[in-house]
């Protein structure tokens, strides 16, 4: 065997980088994913982007309040590091990302650019390399237990060399490859964007891959308009400035079934953007509350009926109130059967085991203690 021969054998040899991601979940947890390191704040300079960087902690809260979860069951996220990044990220694009100008530019907060960088590091990034490591996490969790919500990320402008609209990781395609490469039986996935934007970064990391086929539901006029990464959308819905529920819903259903029957995937990918709704400030369309709801719905339940596992995360939502929406569409998912312990029976691959064992009809809804989910949000401070 020449020496070329035996370094390539080495190289292919080689095991994986060592990550904390992909550690055992106790059965006790729900795969619904948070931490409260999720959370942007920093002097108040948060406040001069639109997006509400504390929303993902209101979510909880809110569900709190409604006495769905209590303080003792939830799947911590934890940071993405370095080699966890270097699954999909260059080097390069890594290293400028401890310039803070390049990432005042992708968070389009300018003030920034005026902070030493170890303080872009520990108040901007961190957070979001917490939430890239949490959607990672529930990919995961989703092939376990058949469904998976990670409470943050979604950050679908970023890819392998490049961010921008407040994405600095590409942590779709980050949980996409990780699950091509460590989970036994994955081979396939489709991405169901749903944000009022063009997911540009996740087209741009799979264009060349036939693994991945991406349905993308966008406002054709705003940003980014990314033409060359719209090669890679298999289903594409360009919509209207003002596109209402009617209209909306029914090329949702519509094209969802499509896509899902045009390949059956191994998990979908489901970007849950907020931004659709009535009065987003970037969002351009006019959907209410209850078609977000109603959306939602519509897509788990495709997943549950062919049992699919699912991964969803919160992506784009640039008012207020999108927090409370999201915990609605939360609850509605488990009022319906579509999460929760009893909405897993039969999905995912048959060698991976799975914690739950009831079914319940989709269309069921449950009263009293007993009906109740709950996961812990533990204090990682």
């Known amino acids: 065997m020449t020496v070329i021969a035996k370094y390539l054998q080495t190289l292919i040899q080689l095991p994986f980088h060592q990550t ?9 947890c729900l795969p619904i994913v948070y931490s409260p390191e999720y959370n942007i704040t920093f002097m ?33 996220a934890r940071e993405a590091s370095e080699a966890d990044l270097l699954v999909v990220h260059t080097a390069r694009y890594l290293n400028r ?32 390399r917490t939430q890239t490591g949490g ?15 990670n409470v943050g990320g979604g950050f679908h402008h970023c890819s ?30 489709t991405i169901i964007d749903l944000d009022a934007h063009q997911g540009n970064g996740h087209e741009r990391d799979f264009l060349e891959d036939r693994r991945v086929y991406i349905m993308d539901v ?9 033409g060359y990464a719209k090669r890679a959308i298999k289903r594409k819905v360009e919509l209207e400035w003002g596109t209402e529920d009617m209209e909306y819903l029914q090329k949702v259903e519509l094209h969802s079934e499509g896509a899902l029957n045009e390949i059956r995937p191994d998990i979908i990918i489901y970007n849950a953007g907020t931004d659709i709704l009535d009065g987003d400030p970037l969002g351009g369309l006019a959907i209410s509350p209850q078609g977000i709801i109603k959306r939602d719905e519509i897509i788990f339940r495709a997943a549950r009926r062919r049992g699919i ?4 995360v919160t992506s784009g ?65």
């Not at 209101?58 to 003792?72: A, G, P, S, Y």
């Not at 310039?99 to 979001?128: D, G, H, M, Y």
């Not at 529930?138 to 919500?149: P, S, T």
């Not at 966008?218 to 990314?226: A, L, Q």
């Open 218 to 226: 966008y406002n054709r006029h705003i940003y980014p308009g990314d």
């Open 44 to 76: 108040g300079l948060e406040k001069l982007h639109p997006f509400d960087a504390g929303k993902w902690g209101k979510v909880i809260r809110f569900l709190k309040e409604e006495q769905f979860i209590t303080d003792e069951i939830i799947v911590l």
């Open 135 to 149: 959607t990672i996490m529930a990919g995961k969790l989703a092939m376990d237990r058949g469904w998976a919500i």
């Open 309 to 312: 596992p699912i991964l969803m």
């Open 317 to 381: 939502g640039y008012q207020k109130k999108t927090a409370r929406i999201i915990a609605d569409s939360i609850l509605n998912l488990h009022r319906q059967g579509l999460i929760g312990e009893e909405a897993v029976e039969g999905v995912g691959p048959s060698h991976v085991p799975l914690m739950m064992s009831k079914s319940v009809s989709s269309g069921a809804t449950f009263s009293g203690s007993n009906g109740l989910v709950v996961w812990t949000e533990i204090d990682s401070g």
């Open 97 to 128: 990302l401890k310039w803070s100008l390049v990432v005042a530019t992708i968070t389009e907060i300018p003030p920034v650019l005026f902070l030493p960088n170890f303080l872009v590091q520990r108040k901007v990034l961190k957070p979001l």
């Open 160 to 189: 392998s060399d490049k961010g921008g609209g407040f994405c600095a990781y590409a942590d779709i395609t980050l949980a996409i490859k990780f699950l091509f490469e460590r989970v036994e039986g994955v081979a396939r996935a």
């Open 20 to 28: 904390e991601l992909y550690a055992e979940v106790p059965a006790t």
